[in-house]
């Protein structure tokens, strides 16, 4: 069997975060089991690149219409395609679907990205701004039903989502249930180390209280500036909980927002802060050590973060947004909020920190989901058998 993978813009620098590492993974796997998988990079030039760590061929084509078709077709001919997977959305453009439909080939439909109601878009909007929302707000306003009648037009067989929610809304909005497949992001093969130590000057500032953890860029999509208004108002009435947040130091990031933030705040004391991207060793040292994760999102780009996974697997509950199926997932073992409600966000924190009997409920459930949660094997074998049986 050989298939072709797209992706939008998979670069070298991002090809470990999501929805890039899922489409490696599931190359990965045609490609050690006998069979040949050609990755496709869709954006604006042509040309090619290769993953080391993956070890993987990257072919870059060109997203514009007047490209699109002679660029997808001559891959087909140069690798003989029998079925190509193609990232699909509820905005996705009438004439890329019409190229997909002119090569002839079997289609296979998967959602990188989830549903988005019209009240979750609004609030990002409202954050994060018109521009950077504006996908969001397309996904959300796009007519559900008219798209995945466009997919059956142009001869998507089947579809694959990311999360079970996603996969009920799409049964919902008129797909046979027998051709969906959910295939969740998958877990790493991970034994972590049973000796953390974090820093003296850190365990002197902690004392012998317990700490919320927040990991991630200090960028408004990130909900870091809403978990932080939620823990200043939880830290006027509980004094047993801080909150540690390590800002990752990504390029291009502006930092400057969230220091004046954080210097407005009441409760800032109760703050621990670095604003510089950590060794895996020394983070994995404050994640295993912490009370619960806050990992909170005002969008979530592509259903599941990786970050909520790997969470679960130090036994600790995880706070997120209750928007699409990455809250629906995280349900099972944390708690979800709405940003937009910070007296009901900073509710559920106090309720995680001073309900034993719940918070310990969630730390087991953590574990037993992780232990369940199916390995990137796993996760391909099911891309495998949808091209099987497209094929067949």
């Known amino acids: ?94 004439y890329r679907l019409q190229a997909l439909k002119n090569t002839n080939k079997p289609l296979i439909g998967y959602f990188p990205g989830g549903m988005y109601s019209v009240k979750d878009v609004i609030y990002a909007v409202k954050s994060i701004g018109l521009k950077a929302s504006l996908p969001y707000v397309i996904e959300a306003l796009s007519p559900k039903k008219r798209q995945l009648s466009r997919f059956r037009h142009c001869g998507f067989k089947e579809l694959i989502t990311l999360t079970d929610w996603t996969a009920q809304c799409v049964k919902l909005y008129g ?23 974090i820093p003296d000057e850190f365990k002197q500032w902690l004392g012998d209280l317990e700490y919320l953890i927040f990991m991630g860029p200090p960028t408004p999509i990130r909900g870091g500036f809403e978990l932080l208004e939620a ?101 099972q073992y944390g708690v979800t909020v709405n940003l937009s409600k910070i007296a009901e966000f900073s509710d559920k924190l106090l309720k995680l920190i001073e309900d034993e009997s719940f918070y310990l409920q969630k730390c087991s459930n953590a574990r037993s989901t992780y232990d369940k949660h199916p390995t990137w094997n796993e996760m391909s074998k099911k891309w495998f058998d949808v091209a099987g049986r497209t094929v067949s």
């Not at 027998?178 to 991970?190: D, M, Q, R, S």
């Open 1 to 94: 069997m050989r298939v072709l993978i797209a992706s939008y813009n998979l670069i070298s620098e991002k090809s470990h975060l999501m929805p890039w590492r899922y489409v490696c993974e599931a190359a990965e796997f045609f490609n050690s089991n006998g069979h040949h998988a050609i990755v496709v990079s869709i954006e604006n030039s042509l040309g090619d690149f290769t993953l080391e760590k993956e070890n993987l061929l990257v072919k870059k084509i060109r997203k514009n219409k007047a490209f699109l078709y002679d660029d997808i077709n001559a891959l087909i001919k140069e690798h003989a395609i029998d079925v190509i997977f193609w990232p699909v959305s509820w905005r996705e453009a009438s």
């Open 175 to 197: 797909w046979s249930e027998e051709k969906i497949t959910v295939a969740l992001p998958g877990k790493e093969n991970v034994i972590h180390n049973d000796e953390y130590h």
């Open 231 to 331: 823990f200043d108002r939880v830290a006027d009435i509980s004094t047993s909980i801080r909150l540690v947040c390590l800002f990752r130091s990504d390029v291009g990031v502006d930092q400057s927002s969230m220091k004046a933030f954080i210097s407005g705040l009441k409760n800032k004391d109760r703050i621990y802060v670095v604003w510089q991207s950590l060794e895996r060793p020394l983070l994995e040292a404050f994640i295993a050590n912490a009370y619960a994760i806050a990992l909170p999102f005002v969008v979530v780009p592509s259903e599941i973060p990786l970050a909520l996974i790997d969470a679960a697997s130090y036994g600790k509950p995880v706070i997120t947004t209750n928007c699409g199926g990455s809250g629906k997932y995280v349900e």
